[in-house]
């Protein structure tokens, strides 16, 4: 195996060489995001001083006797680069974009895209698998009506050409840029075996994380002093406060900045976008990250001066989850700043805790609470920027308001949704850590004497018992009585019938009586959860209801409902977010959108979506061609009842209700990697009768 580093359009060189896709590869399937990204750094990579970019590695075999490369790793960037070569070609061919130097459109074709001294009849350069090689194939020779829309291959190179001929940039100053990108050009020899290779590249290779990306970017460019200033002073610093696992804290710390949750395998990308946008120096960055690097470690460690934040930070903790570490991170650092004493700091996490606790015990979804934490303080800053007459509210008041407001599957539970929910709640079914979480709160409550429930039942020297066991035995269902079988099936794992002890396989399916009365029995208890238990004479279904109650009322003493008087102050135009989740859209009427800042007045939602799939196609042009190929998203080619073409032969399904436009946004949005964000709604104050067909 013999490897250098080389220019990629090197590689290409060559009017005897062939590229061969083995047959064990993947079909092409880059999407747009990630032509994007090459095509944004080719156009930094021009309006720069550098002399390169490192474009990855590319694997090959040489087959005995002639120059074709078998590629066994980099036929993605391979096949991206040849698009981008023939889209400049026929773009050039079609007028679209000119050529100082009147040769190049042949050169590139000749030298780097076909094989002219091929015996066979296909003399394209590059082999792809059979269902691509027909799409590349087409590019080349055959009109746009005949391209094969519904290729991955095809929707790249739409993209490319799209690009290119809206950039600004001549033939000649394309090539010149692509010329810069560098790749590492292995080559294998004889003795080599390519599966092998493959295989090891595939599965047993580790991969850069994304923290390392990132250390890579924020310290490549500086002299070797300057990156062993910033690495001591803060990168090492961050590594250590997040447990030598930064890659979640810059997501929680992006996630804050930005108001939006981006996927974790992507935090590189997100994380480059985002500094390449901040007017600021790779030190001034690092220092703020490091600053709440701090504050991630007292939040993911429990380091702050209070024992009794610690102590609260410690309760949610148990769940197991980041989701609120955003949230968190950006609180602290207001509290900080502002000087908030360690009761209103409290009151914060007591309100957090409670709508926590509550959405867990009505079983709401708990993948909403990551849009909710990614923009609650700056929410809640929203509306302390305002003022509200002569009345000043706290931090706590408008956090109250803004939790209050949350509907559907972000809603706040009330005290009448707990009552409901409660009796019914399969607690033992829970997930480990969330029954946890709450066996340990209901146990301890806020008493200063504590049982280490967590660290116990972690260790196993405690367990969970089922008052009522999981097995009844003959003496078990005569005490139950004749409705035995619905008793058991209705309370068996909900708290009513839910206890802890030390001894539970001593325990087994023993009566109620034998449980209470033995040695080490629920009498000799020491667990508050026992209290009722160890009073009883018997446990049938009124003990159990009994027990629900006293239970219920400790859960909602534990965790109750907030209240605040807080009101902001009213704005002449309502508005809303394409991303927010808990608007409910069906019933307002439009005026007007918003989309990527610019506004566009309209009257009706169908209008609405018409125009919104316009704007999207100037951009995305490849991607909806490629959605209405395939039938996807409600777009179509073709024009049947109840759809609309929104541009030449692309339709989409338009004559339906409100709720099914907003569907279908999401849905196009995600497919072209726009951010919901993006787009707003303003709406008239008069408020239309809701209809079951809704469909303007």
Known sequence: ??????????????????????????????????????????????????????????????????????????????????????????????????????????????????????????????????????????????PREQYIKESNVTRNYDFFYDKVIHCGLTLDQLFETIKKLEVINIRLEEDDDPQLIFESLNSTGLDLKEADKIRNYLLMSLSPTEQDDLYTRYWNPIEESTKYEPSSFVRDYLTMKQGKIGRIDKIYFIFKDYAETQQTDRATLLEEMHHFAKIYQKIDCGGFDSNKINRKLNQVRTLDSTVAYPFYMAFFDYAITNDLTIEEQLNVLDVVESYWARRIICNLPSNALNKVFSTLHRDVLNHLSKKCGDTTYSYVDILIFILLKKAQSSLFPTDEDVRRDFASRQIYKMPVNTRTFILERMENRDNNERHEVVKQL???????????????????????????????????????????????????????????????????????????????????????????????????????????????????????????????????????????????????????????????????????????????????????NGRTEFAKGMFVWSDNSTASKIDILHRIFAECNIPPSELSFEFRNDIEETTTADIV
């Not at 026929?90 to 459109?105: H, M, P, R, S, W």
């Not at 629920?522 to 006293?550: D, G, H, I, M, P």
Request: aromatic fraction near 12%; hydrophobic fraction near 35%; charged fraction near 30%.
């Open 458 to 640: 972690m260790d196993k020297s405690i367990t969970i018992e089922h008052i009522m066991p999981q097995t009844l035995s003959e003496k078990w269902k005569i005490a139950l009585g004749e409705n035995w079988e619905q008793i058991h099936q209705q309370y068996l794992h909900t708290m009513a019938n839910l206890t802890l002890t030390g001894y539970n396989s001593q325990y087994s399916n023993l009566s109620f009586e034998e449980k209470r009365d033995m040695e080490k029995g629920f009498k000799e208890s020491a667990f508050r959860l026992n209290n009722y238990v160890k009073s009883c004479e018997r446990w049938t279904e009124t003990e159990l209801k009994q027990r629900q109650q006293e239970l219920l009322s400790v859960f909602i003493n534990l965790w109750p409902m907030p209240f605040t008087t807080f009101k902001p102050i009213k704005t002449e135009i309502e508005s809303a977010s394409l991303d927010d989740e808990d608007f409910e859209f069906t019933g307002k009427k439009l005026q007007a959108y918003t989309f990527k800042g610019v506004r566009y007045a309209v009257t009706t939602w169908k209008e609405m979506l018409i125009k919104l799939c316009c704007n999207i196609i100037i951009e995305k042009r490849s991607t909806m061609e490629w959605l209405c190929a395939n039938e996807k998203c409600c777009c179509s080619a073709s024009p049947e």
């Open 1 to 142: 195996m013999k490897g250098d580093a080389q220019p990629l359009i090197k590689f290409f060189d060559g009017s005897d060489k062939r590229f061969i896709i083995p047959l064990y590869q993947r079909n092409y399937d880059w999407k747009e995001e990630n032509c994007e990204q090459l095509y944004q750094d080719l156009i930094k990579l021009h309006n720069s001083n550098r002399k390169n970019h490192f474009f990855g590695s590319i694997v090959s075999s040489i087959e005995s006797g002639s120059e074709d490369r078998f590629i066994i790793d980099g036929q993605q960037r391979i096949t991206t680069v040849s698009l981008l070569l023939i889209a400049m070609v026929n773009a050039c061919n079609e007028g679209k974009i000119i050529a100082t130097d009147k040769k190049l459109v042949e050169k590139i074709f000749k030298r780097y895209l076909v094989d002219e001294y091929q015996e066979e009849e296909r003399k394209v350069k590059l082999k792809p698998i059979k269902k691509d090689m027909q799409a590349f194939d087409a590019l080349l020779y055959k």
